[in-house]
């Protein structure tokens, strides 16, 4: 079994894209859709983040209690990047222990974000 991709429905697809391939890094794998539901595949690997607008179902609300992690090679490059982009940081940058520092970050539609920098 392997996992495929996670859902999240937004209420901007184009708005959403742009975090997800700017912001978090992704490639745009494949987009289709019409007749008011869009979907959006992002990632190069074999997980990936799916992205659904539909204009007649509305987002609900502020993504609470899920979290997507991204690993990035260098903590201080992502922030600067964030900062750039003009994502706020939520929390952080923190350190619980030896070997790993991470932040968070809010995507367009309040789903939480988390960048995640491991040395072995």
Do not use: N
Not at 46 to 58: H, N, P, S
Not at 73 to 98: F, H, I, T
């Amino acid at each position: 079994m392997g996992f495929c991709w996670t859902t999240l429905q937004v209420s901007d697809l184009d708005r959403a894209i742009a975090f997800y391939r700017d912001v978090a890094g992704l490639p745009v794998a494949r987009r289709f859709g019409g007749g008011g539901h869009f979907i959006a595949f992002l990632g190069d690997g074999e997980t990936k983040v799916e992205l659904i607008a539909d204009a007649g179902r509305t987002p609900p609300g502020r993504g609470e209690g899920a979290t997507l992690g991204f690993r990035v090679a260098a903590l201080d490059a992502q922030l600067a990047l964030c900062a750039e982009k003009g994502v706020a940081v939520e929390r952080g940058p923190m350190s619980p222990g030896p070997g790993i520092r991470f932040f968070y970050v809010r995507d367009p539609d309040g789903f939480e974000v988390q960048f995640v920098e491991e040395s072995r």
